[in-house]
Nanobody
Framework: QVQLVESGGGLVQSGGSLRLSCAAS????????MRWYRQAPGKQRELVAG???????SYADSVKGRFTISRDNAKNTVYLQMNSLKPEDTANYYC???????????????WGKGTLVTVSS
């Protein structure tokens, strides 16, 4: 099993910055894609950003130019640097990873429990 634990959420004023972290632990053989999703109250969960094991990043249009995803493969950790935050960025942010627990295991999707980001106006 693989566990994902997010940290770094909190309350910030509009225009401010936060850095989220997600550390993966457990029986990790390899981690493929790592992503950040978010879910605002009353809305569907949406993809924010993703990064491959090779470092190729992609972003939702709503966060391009403001958010930066990165990862440290040696630490099995993914980060989300969020700048110029807006009230509409308020949501629970969830970490997602596709990983193998052994050379012969299937790729399995794992989710963290989320960290709350609140942006005040």
């Amino acid at each position: 099993q693989v566990q994902l634990v997010e940290s770094g959420g909190g309350l910030v004023q509009s225009g401010g910055s936060l850095r989220l972290s997600c550390a993966a632990s457990g029986s990790i053989f390899s981690i493929n894609v790592m992503r950040w999703y978010r879910q605002a109250p009353g809305k569907q969960r949406e993809l924010v950003a993703g990064i491959t094991s090779g470092g190729t990043a992609s972003y939702a249009d709503s966060v391009k130019g403001r958010f930066t995803i990165s990862r440290d493969n040696a630490k099995n950790t993914v980060y989300l640097q969020m700048n110029s935050l807006k009230p509409e960025d308020t949501a629970n942010y969830y970490c997602y990873a596709i990983a193998r627990t052994s050379y012969v295991s299937d790729l399995v999707i794992y989710w963290g429990k989320g960290t709350l980001v609140t942006v005040s106006s």
